[in-house]
């Protein structure tokens, strides 16, 4: 038996850790605001702190919670028949705007969302920010890349961003997977993604 | 008189560089088609390269000529009158999706434009993505958000975000700015702005 002077150390609850992600919701249509908060009413908030100012909604908690309040806020907004984009970042790490104090990451499973028969659109970056000797961001990025070809959402690449196609919560998870899976290695991670629903671009 | 074997290189030119933003513009009102396609015809494009696809309109050239046609662009659709959100992804350093070959910097000007009279409100996060023995991303963005203060645009701190707010022109000339300052040290930069115009949030 060993024993040890150093009690065990928790590891730090998705709060602690600053997990959760901002989105914006344009509805492209006069009743926009109608539009918008009832979305916001109607989603389940269970688990999440969610926080709305004057450009965007701040939700934290587990990566699972805030990719089903993502995918069902969107969809309810989508369901109104409108054009929608949604602007999403991700970000874990970097509890405060700069208070970045975690310097080990955090293993946490990819969330999981059943699809909801909507198609979406969507183009995505994935940020890793190591400091670390090791770091190799544009490694992490590829991964998480080839990690979306094996979702079935990766519809080619662009300047600074690849493109996603396929069901809303497909799409959105896609996002999410990439940020947890890069966030085993690396503290600090962002991933910025629109989401275009009912667009009238698209056949 | 010194000889050299190795020719002069040539400092790479904003394309070679990948120097180039993405905007999302969201207008929300019926009429959102007219006025969005309204504002891309109507805003003068010269020595950029151009390409609107679903999602966003890509604009690749110098930092100052991005600047102006995002300024130029998203007051056109703000001259409506409607609700716009617009959505800037800046990026330097990366000319493809993942092709970041650059492992130097390149200094630029920071680019300054003149204001348009329009109140705008944003939520910034800029991103240095240096994987050198060097790299200390959160001292970059200290001192991206210190430029912030001093240009008067900074409104405050937010979990993942500094909210911004002002005329829309020194809104996003201060994101741009932050991008470019950070730039003349690190490689690759990204730096990701929403914009909110004719909030009615907002008194």
């Not at 024993?3 to 602690?16: F, G, L, N, R």
């Not at 934290?60 to 309810?76: A, K, M, N, P």
């Not at 409108?82 to 990819?110: M, W």
Request: aromatic share 6%; glycine share 8%; proline share 5%.
């Amino acid at each position: 038996m060993t024993t040890t002077t150093s009690a065990p150390v928790a590891a730090p609850t998705p709060q602690e850790f600053g997990v959760g992600a901002r989105v914006t919701l344009a509805v492209m249509r006069d009743d926009y605001v109608d539009v918008i908060l009832g979305a916001l009413r109607a989603t389940d908030v269970s688990g999440l702190t969610v926080a709305t100012d004057p450009v965007s909604t701040f939700v934290g908690g587990d990566e699972q919670s805030i990719v089903r309040f993502l995918v069902d806020l969107t969809g309810r907004a989508a369901a109104s028949g409108a054009h929608v984009s949604a602007t999403i970042t991700f970000s874990r790490g970097c509890p405060g705007e700069v208070a970045c104090s975690p310097t080990v990451a955090r293993a946490s499973e990819v969330p999981s969302v059943e699809r909801v028969g909507r198609d979406a659109l969507a183009q995505w970056a994935l940020y890793p920010l190591s400091d670390a000797p090791s770091a190799d961001h544009m490694r992490d990025i590829y991964a998480a890349i080839d990690h979306a070809k094996e979702l079935g959402t990766f519809a080619g690449s662009e300047h600074f961003v690849t493109n996603l196609r396929g069901d809303l919560a497909d799409v959105i998870a896609t996002a999410a997977a990439g940020w947890v899976l890069v966030g085993r290695t690396v503290p600090h991670v962002t991933s910025h993604l629109t989401v275009s629903l009912n667009s009238p671009s698209v056949a």
